[in-house]
């Protein structure tokens, strides 16, 4: 009967130790967390500002932290260049202290209609560890209120118009070299 509740409490306490150094593993170093927005759905040429903490979970500061927005494209299965949404400059955090957390702002246009998920990245020169948020969805939706029958009446009318503009111009100027 004492063996039997030996065997019982060592495998509670094993529980107990495994459960909080588990917990302990999954503490990063450096948490990033998107404030806002917490998803995006809109059109193309939308241009919103991401905020994101980052907060020093260890016990000494690290110096030159760089936080920066990576974007993954699902439609395509690819990583997006993110000179074209004007989000490729990061945001430097001279130091960030023991415990410490503070607030990034970073801005981005959406260009191109897809699904992507929108990350925050953090790195610095004293790690070789990168920490990144959790993703947020975005889906940037194509313009469908655009009548096909309109844009063809433009793209043919307008080069009309404009030689006729032209030939106008070239009639006039004849004539009045003739007078």
């Known amino acids: 009967m004492v063996k039997k509740a030996g065997i019982i409490l060592a495998i509670l306490l094993g529980f107990v130790i495994t ?11 450096v948490e990033v967390k998107v404030i806002s927005p ?12 991401v905020k994101a903490q980052v907060t020093n979970h ?19 299965k690819w ?8 989000a490729d400059k ?11 957390t503070k607030e990034v ?3 981005i246009r959406f260009v191109y209609t897809s699904n992507y998920y929108l990350y925050v990245t953090a790195a610095s020169a004293d790690s070789l560890d990168i920490y990144s948020s ?11 209120k655009i009548d096909p029958t ?7 009318a307008t080069p009309l118009i404009i030689l006729f503009l032209v030939v106008l111009n070239f009639i006039k100027n004849r004539k009045k070299r003739i007078a």
């Open 79 to 86: 990583t997006v260049n993110l000179e074209d949404y004007s």
């Open 19 to 29: 459960g909080q150094s588990a917990f302990a593993m999954e503490q990063p170093n």
């Open 38 to 49: 917490n998803q995006v759905k809109d059109y193309p040429g939308k241009e919103t500002t």
């Open 58 to 76: 260890t016990n000494q500061s690290i110096k030159d932290l760089v936080v920066y927005i990576t974007m993954t494209d699902m439609g395509k």
């Open 105 to 107: 702002s970073l801005p």
């Open 134 to 144: 959790n993703g947020i969805p975005i889906v940037i939706m194509g313009n469908t």
């Open 90 to 100: 990061p945001e430097q955090v001279k130091e960030l202290g023991p415990g410490e």
């Open 150 to 156: 309109t844009i063809q009446v433009v793209s043919i």
